[in-house]
């Protein structure tokens, strides 16, 4: 049979997208609802990292009974009792109408700065909102009532040039500096208090105590611009213009960006959170908590395993609130940072089970993780123990005799308890890694580290915890090996090919070189079939590609005929499809479709092809629009997950924390 041909197509999507949908559709099989789990908690990543150009989204906040806040970079508010760590509401915010661009995609960024508690009927969260008005940007703050009103009103307004801080019915501004020293600015209800002049530097962060009596001030010193030596001090400053200041150890080359912070425990008792770095790595990586008095340093913390950030004392004093790894707020105790509980758990990776069932991987809090299995309607039960931390990728063999689990730096094999077989050590600079099972007892790892034109694999016996392969570019199907090969034309682009070889390494046949960065490809789940991708320039946009789909017996290179699927907006040069899963019935092929470059992009929703009507099935509109969404720097919306249920009738869609079954009828 004529093999298809390709052209060149350039590489252009971060999540390694290939182009394509499918106009014509016609159904072939129909879907409908099959329930809902949804794990309590903000979806992964949704509070944006010390590496998000904008910085901090969401936040985090005490109420005046104890209870706490938390909001993501999606709007998600919730309101916890921090005792116990379940929820007690849950709502999306939208900002008020009256603001600019308020309903526009993206919109204005929301941030929780506390709660308003100053009598009268603007009492709940403090909302502050950063936004454009015609290019230029803005900030103004609200505050969300009980009745869920939002009430605009900023009481410790910001300005593009001062640096602000507010304590209950005190303000502090810094004033613009004079010969390379800042002024603080100290204002109650009634005005200004006093004036406080710093020794020389920039300060960073600033905040009132709660009688108004001191003013707290993060203050970097820098001996030239971008100084990666630069010291960071804490200034406490009395209202008649006295200064104690001592450095905060572990955090050089600190920068507001950085998002150092000071936080009043109590009128004597102060917290910080500042970046750990040391001037020998110069390298952010988290918060720092230290425990300050006003006669000194208390105990400093590196709290627990993980990027922290943020450091928000509860109103007795005894707790604060951080959040790990943009994911998870934690409750710790103030006296010896020591963990107390989490605030939810992020679902990091999910797998379908048989009977309708999944297997999650939770983020527990304190750098610790764990397994659980869950039906539609119920939280599950926890597989094994605790320990599993950073799990990025979850499968499970055919006959659900073991688990495998990715992680940034191992792979490891769990067997059906959940208790831990085998752990195998990853290459360094590995960013993504894919795992599937060959069969019931052979693991295959597909890594990617971004820096080759090709990728790394490993392939192991689950059982005996063997290393069988790591030949590059292979993948085991049954008894044989597919094959990718990557070159290099004479003219400039790549070229690639797919071969398949047994398992003495004999070729039992080859594909000719195509004009494309990589062949894409899915073996079915009993390695019969294998679903081929491959790139070929558009006519209607000359920088896009379709992507041509179809069949082949991976043991004799047999092709069946294939469909053509195209670009839903041709006008998007980066937009496309990527093959996700391949059914049971080697017939259907799950796919998504995206766009994006640089720090924006775009999810259209689930896409399933038919390879033997050779046609597109129409999906409703829950796994296609009602999947839609942008996502961006300051912007951090996860993107959902699919899978085919093991049996085949179904599919189980993962949206941040929310579990969706779809029955295939």
């Known amino acids: 049979m004529t093999k298809p041909r390709s052209v060149p197509r350039r590489w252009r999507l971060a999540a390694a997208l290939t182009c394509a949908v499918l106009t014509g559709a016609a159904p072939a099989l129909q879907l409908s609802s099959g329930g809902t789990a949804r794990l309590d908690g903000h979806a992964a990543g949704t509070f944006d990292t010390l590496n998000s150009p904008a910085g901090f989204a969401g936040g985090l906040a005490w109420g005046p009974d104890g209870t706490a806040y938390t909001l993501d970079g999606t709007r998600l508010l919730y309101r916890w009792n921090a005792q116990t760590g379940r929820p007690l509401s849950r709502q999306v915010l939208t900002p008020p109408a009256s603001l600019p661009d308020a309903r526009a995609d ?78 603080l600015r100290l204002s109650g209800r009634e005005g200004p208090v006093s004036d406080i002049t710093l020794p020389a530097g920039q300060v960073l962060d600033v905040e009132p105590s709660p009688d108004g009596t001191r003013v707290a001030a993060l203050r970097s010193v820098e001996k030239r611009a971008y100084d990666r030596d630069a010291v960071l001090y804490l200034d406490i400053a009395t209202r008649d213009g006295k200064v104690l200041s001592r450095q ?35 390298s952010a990586s988290g918060h720092q908590v230290s425990l300050w008095s006003l006669s000194g340093q208390g105990p400093r913390w590196i709290v627990g395993r993980g990027e922290l950030r943020d450091a928000v004392p ?45 297997l999650v991987a939770l983020d527990t809090g304190d750098g610790q993780g764990e397994l659980r299995v869950v039906r539609p309607g119920g939280q599950g039960r926890r597989l094994g123990g605790s320990g599993l931390e950073g799990v990025t990728g979850l499968v499970v063999s055919p006959d659900g005799q073991f688990i495998a689990v990715a992680r940034s730096e191992s792979v490891a094999v769990l067997d059906r308890a959940g208790r831990t077989l085998h752990t195998f050590a990853l290459p360094e600079n590995v960013y993504r890694t894919e795992l599937s099972f060959s069969g019931e007892e052979t693991l295959f790892a597909r890594l990617e580290d971004g820096g080759s034109n090709g990728w790394q694999s490993r392939t192991w016996d689950a059982r005996t915890g063997r290393l069988l392969s790591q030949e590059p570019n292979i993948r085991p199907v049954g008894t044989i090996q597919l094959r990718t090969e990557v070159r290099q034309r004479p003219g400039g682009g790549s070229q690639s090919r797919l071969s398949v070889t047994d398992k003495r390494g004999r070729v039992l046949w080859q594909e000719g070189w195509r004009s494309e960065y990589r062949p894409y490809f899915l ?58 899963d391949y059914a049971k019935d080697r017939r259907h092929v799950l796919l998504y479709e995206a766009s994006g470059d640089g720090c924006g992009a775009a999810f259209y929703g689930l ?59």
């Not at 290179?557 to 496309?576: I, K, M, S």
């Not at 997950?641 to 049996?647: G, I, K, R, Y």
């Open 607 to 665: 896409r399933v092809a038919d390879l033997e009507t050779r046609r597109e099935v129409k999906l409703p509109a829950g796994l296609t629009t009602g999947l839609a969404r942008l996502t961006g720097c300051g912007y951090p919306t996860p993107w959902p997950t699919a899978a085919f249920t093991p049996e085949g009738t179904g599919l189980l869609v993962r949206d941040g924390n929310a579990l969706n079954w779809w029955r295939l009828r």
């Open 106 to 183: 993206y919109g204005p960024r929301l941030l929780l700065d506390g709660f308003r508690a100053d009598g009268g009927a603007l009492t709940g969260p403090f909302i502050r909102v950063r936004g454009y008005k015609k290019g230029t940007p803005y900030q103004t703050a609200y505050t969300l009532r009980a009745d869920g009103r939002a009430v605009l009103g900023n009481i410790c307004a910001p300005s593009q040039q001062q640096l602000v801080g507010c304590a209950e019915g005190y303000g502090v501004t810094v004033l613009p500096p004079r010969k390379g020293r800042a002024t």
């Open 314 to 358: 509860s109103p007795d004093g005894t707790l604060f609130l951080t959040v790990r790894d943009g994911s998870v707020p934690e409750v710790h105790r103030v006296s010896d940072g020591a963990f107390v509980r989490s605030l939810g758990t992020p679902v990091t990776a999910s797998v379908p089970l048989p009977g309708g069932s999944a």
């Open 248 to 282: 905060v150890l572990g955090s050089f080359g600190a920068r507001r960006d950085d998002e150092p912070q000071v936080r009043w425990v109590d009128t004597g008792r102060l917290l910080t959170a500042t970046p750990r770095t040391t001037s020998v790595t110069y």
């Open 523 to 580: 073996p079915s789940p009993d390695g019969r079939a294998v679903v081929r991708g491959v790139a070929r320039r558009s006519k209607v946009q000359p920088e896009q590609a379709d992507l041509y789909l179809y069949r082949l017996d991976p043991r004799t290179g047999q092709a069946d005929p294939g469909l053509t699927l195209r670009t839903g907006d041709p006008r998007e040069v980066y937009r496309g499809l990527r093959l996700l």
